[in-house]
């Protein structure tokens, strides 16, 4: 175990004084020769030794160009993928969790199995008072609709259309990711004085509406019944989130001879953890198991849909998912800056006589050794500037293919495009600076006797 | 010009040491035509370094002009060698993905001198050595006579005073190699001291003195090119 430590802190230091001595000795030079980085002869110069070794200069673009698109690439469609992954959760809260009422599979206090449960608002007021949960709301489905399901026929004058009407607490716009553009959301008020308010999304209002004419304070009848638009929303999960219309719980209870019914109990837990949410969904289960008379074990009298808890393992498996591919990423492009290394070692080699040649005729160590580096530097530069258009333009292709409903808007942001830039040029300074280290100790005279 | 005085030089070889150069003494006057003679191993190449400000010594003096050359920076080192020395090979070194005229030129891209004033000097350099015409020629396009007139060129256009010629004529033809010496003589003839390192016998009968070497020592520092007949011109 000692031993292990001790290795362990021998590479660290190892790498510290590795790191610092390659940086330091960058810097350094960089200072010597500063003229040169802005000196138009001098990049003319580099220019020129580039254009006159081709093979050279091809192999070095292309081993970072592929290292840069791979790394970019792979970014990108990470990001892609956790963007897919947070719109498939964009419909709902992502700390939000659904209680609905369906049949027991267990028989329970003398009761046979397929039975089905209904929840009521005594249900919804005990839940109220469990600790934990800060926006709660009950739901009463209404059926007999269009479809025998809760999609019912609203009119306006000479015009009906069907829409999902959800029949509501308040609290139920934490449940959701709506965003109010007009007017308010459905308030305690109005539940608690059976108001025929409602609450549309835009589809609705575009569908009864002509353009500009506002919607607020206008009656639209639903299944029947007028009620009076107090707000207008809109959501990003799509059209499919926005075609519903929202109303007071106890006013559809009491339009559509719903007593006290409710079919599902929702609420929001704040930033409780999965750990807390289970815990307030057992206490739930517990007080609708002990009134409606089913097995507090039956998984299936009671349907919960934990976002917590999905979003919590979606989020570790998408951040598996990163974390792999910037692995994979920076590997290809350590590879990549290897590569160049070793090819600018193999040019230094065969670039000996020239090198000795310019030591003859004046060149300083620094400037050889600034000259080396900033020909890696250029090339790593341009090839990594080519990898990088190549693969934001290849994550540009697959968002605009639309490969999968998980891979959303795949690229990279500026920042990161920033980053990869100034890692390249980096990474090119690296590449360069061992073979320049090489190039600058080249003796001349045996460099210059070299045949 | 330049002095030497028993400057002795050492090369470790594992666990030997290799004495290579032992108290040479001599010294060069300016404007002198000098041969440096000696056979294989004898420390010429050792003492052309030293000469060039391409290699240090161990124990003695060099003085080039006034400046004793000593434990100099690289970069110092480099800042004489392009100012005050002008260098010709044996094997030419010119770079092969330059032009004459951006070979004859490289001298002064170390000086800091813009691109278009030092083609601008180059090419009267080229034209000095009877290759203006070939400006835009690359190595591989000039025969090797022609390669040694920009390699002259390029040693000369830093208006150097000492010129050190390593075998000037090693990879030549008589024709041409008695062309080149021409060269040399002409541009000793201008004032710049010419020192040239050789082992032909008739490259170092066309120069006013030969130091000859052997095992690392000066044998002989005077006047012998007596002893060897003058290069004579072919028809």
């Known amino acids: 175990m000692i031993f292990f430590g001790l290795a362990a802190l021998l590479i660290a230091i190892a790498l510290i004084v590795g790191v610092t001595y390659t940086v330091g000795s960058l810097a350094w030079v960089t200072l010597l020769q500063w003229k040169d980085l802005v000196s138009f002869d001098r990049w003319t110069e580099v220019l020129i030794t580039i254009k006159s070794n081709k093979l050279r200069t091809a192999l070095t673009t292309i081993s970072v160009a592929w290292g840069i698109f791979v790394l970019v690439f792979l970014l990108g469609l990470g990001r892609g993928l956790n963007q897919g992954a947070r719109k498939q959760f964009a419909r709902e809260a992502t700390n939000g969790v659904w209680m609905i009422a369906r049949k027991t599979s267990v028989p329970y206090g003398g009761y046979d199995i397929g039975r089905h449960i209904t929840f009521d608002n005594r249900d919804y007021d005990r839940a109220v008072a469990v600790k934990g949960i800060d926006h709660i709301s009950g739901q009463f489905y209404m059926t007999g609709g269009a479809f025998e399901g809760t999609g019912m026929m609203t009119k306006r004058g000479g015009k009906a259309n069907a829409f999902q009407i959800n029949a509501v607490h308040a609290d139920a716009f934490y449940l959701t990711n709506h965003e109010i553009v007009e007017g308010r959301f459905l308030s305690k008020g109005d539940v608690a004085d059976k108001r025929k308010s409602i609450v549309v999304g835009r589809p609705v209002v575009e569908f009864f509406f002509k ?241 | 010009m330049l002095r030497l005085d028993k400057v002795n030089k050492y090369y470790r070889v594992g666990t030997h040491s290799l004495h290579v150069l032992r108290d040479v003494d001599f010294e060069v006057a300016d404007g002198e035509f000098v041969a440096i003679m000696g056979a294989s191993g004898s420390g010429k190449s050792t003492l052309l370094n030293i000469l060039g400000i391409l290699d240090d010594y161990d124990s003695g003096e060099y003085w080039l002009g006034d400046t004793l050359i000593r434990s100099l920076s690289e970069k110092k080192a480099a ?38 004033k030092r083609n601008q000097i180059a090419e009267q350099y080229l034209e000095r050595v009877g290759l203006r015409d070939w400006a835009d020629h690359t190595p591989s396009e000039m025969s090797g006579g022609q390669k040694q007139r920009v390699a002259i060129a390029r040693a000369l256009i830093g208006k150097p005073r000492l010129i050190l010629a390593d075998e000037p004529t090693g990879a030549l033809d008589s024709e041409t190699s008695r062309q080149i010496m021409d060269l040399m003589a002409e541009i000793n003839k201008t004032g710049i001291t010419v020192l040239v390192v050789t082992h032909d016998p008739e490259v170092a009968a066309r120069t006013s003195r030969i130091i000859r070497l052997k095992d690392g020592k000066v044998v002989d520092a005077e006047h012998a090119r007596d002893s060897f007949p003058q290069m004579q011109a072919q028809p």
């Not at chain 1, 290394?341 to 006589?353: D, F, G, L, Q, Y």
């Open chain 1, 211 to 451: 353009k500009g004419e506002d919607p607020v304070g206008q009656w639209l009848e639903v299944a029947g019944v007028p009620f009076q638009i107090v707000g207008v929303f809109r959501d990003e999960g799509g059209a499919e989130q926005e075609r519903q219309i929202y109303m007071p719980v106890s006013t559809a209870q009491l339009a559509y001879s719903g007593n006290d019914r409710l079919g599902m109990i929702e609420f929001t837990a704040g930033n409780a953890g999965p750990d807390e949410v289970k815990a307030i969904v057992d206490t739930l289960k517990g007080q609708l198991s002990e009134r409606h008379g089913f097995s507090p074990d039956d998984a299936q009298a009671v349907h919960v849909h934990n976002n917590v808890e999905q979003f919590q393992r979606f989020s570790m498996m998408f951040m598996m998912i990163s974390v792999f591919v910037v692995v994979i990423g920076l590997g290809t492009l350590a590879a990549g800056v290897v590569g160049v290394s070793n090819i600018m070692m193999i040019a230094v080699k065969e670039r000996t006589k020239e090198i000795g040649v310019r030591k003859a005729l004046g060149a300083t160590p620094s400037s050889i050794v600034f000259m080396v580096i900033q020909e890696a530097v250029f090339l790593t530069g341009i090839a990594g500037l080519l990898g990088l258009s190549g693969g934001v333009a290849m994550c540009a292709l697959i968002g605009k293919a639309h490969v999968s409903d998980f891979i959303l808007d795949p690229g990279i942001d500026l920042s990161t495009g920033i980053a990869a830039t100034a890692f390249l040029v980096f990474a090119g300074a690296l590449a360069g600076f061992f073979p320049a280290r090489a190039a600058a100790r080249v003796n001349p005279i045996h460099a210059l006797r070299d045949q």
């Open chain 2, 79 to 116: 800042n004489y060698r392009n100012r005050f020395i002008g260098f010709v090979f044996q094997s030419f070194n010119l770079l092969p993905f330059k032009t004459a005229l951006e070979n004859v030129a490289l001298p002064l891209y170390y000086q800091g001198i813009s691109r278009r």
